[in-house]
T-cell receptor, first 119, second 113 residues
Framework: AQTVTQSQPEMSVQEAETVTLSCTYDTSENNYYLFWYKQPPSRQMILVIRQEAYKQQNATENRFSVNFQKAAKSFSLKISDSQLGDTAMYFC????????????????FGKGTKLSVKP | AAGVIQSPRHLIKEKRETATLKCYPI?????VYWYQQGPGQDPQFLISFYEKMQSDKGSIPDRFSAQQFSDYHSELNMSSLELGDSALYFCASRVTRRNTEAFFGQGTRLTVV
């Protein structure tokens, strides 16, 4: 079974600075997908970034980038130029590929990291 | 762009009552997932449907059931409600064959009193 571990329950960062959230996972699969979801106080689940395991290049989305280390099973999220609106709970999630609507495709989440951006 | 629609947004029920949560996936998405997120917890997978057929079950209590209808909307039925069922219930949808990410609805906050 797959597991996802986020070892930082809470973090804080000053506005405009950079912060890195850690995530490790355990799987015997070779092909899979990793995601970071953001959950602001509104409780909406918002996709931040995704990474395909077969791609060596780290994904980036504007101020958000990941450091994907497949051998180490590590998937950290870096937020540059932090903004007050980045304050949220951040969940790392694992997904096995699901091509035929079978028993994969559901997300396995870590426990989350609560990020506070301070002015 | 159309998003995943969940109704109702908030629901208050008494113990031992029944609740029905509805989910309308994004058009042309073929897979629907239900997740339960307790207070201060991460979302837990309950059940999924692919093309109107149940495809997988997670930690869903026997008191809960779900189905997906011909128009692809899904309903989560919860009977004999317990205080511990109070949680945020998310529905998510995606296109399976493209292995795209799941898009989440805004959730239904269920409070059992």
């Amino acid at each position: 079974a797959q597991t996802v571990t986020q070892s930082q329950p809470e973090m804080s960062v000053q506005e405009a600075e950079t912060v890195t959230l850690s995530c490790t996972y355990d799987t015997s699969e070779n092909n899979y997908y990793l995601f970071w979801y953001k959950q602001p106080p509104s409780r909406q689940m918002i996709l931040v970034i995704r990474q395909e395991a077969y791609k060596q290049q780290n994904a980036t989305e504007n101020r958000f980038s990941v450091n994907f280390q497949k051998a180490a099973k590590s998937f950290s999220l870096k937020i540059s130029d932090s903004q007050l609106g980045d304050t949220a709970m951040y969940f790392c999630a694992f997904m096995k590929p699901d091509y035929y609507g079978g028993s994969q495709g559901n997300l396995i989440f870590g426990k989350g990291t609560k990020l506070s951006v301070k002015p | 762009a159309a998003g995943v629609i969940q109704s109702p947004r908030h629901l208050i029920k008494e113990k031992r009552e029944t609740a029905t949560l509805k989910c309308y996936p994004i058009p042309r998405h073929d897979t629907v997932y239900w997740y339960q997120q307790g207070p201060g917890q991460d979302p837990q997978f309950l059940i999924s449907f692919y093309e109107k057929m149940q495809s997988d079950k997670g930690s869903i209590p026997d008191r809960f059931s779900a189905q997906q209808f011909s128009d692809y909307h899904s309903e989560l039925n919860m009977s004999s409600l317990e205080l511990g069922d109070s949680a945020l219930y998310f529905c998510a949808s995606r296109v399976t064959r493209r292995n795209t990410e799941a898009f989440f609805g805004q959730g239904t906050r269920l409070t059992v009193v």
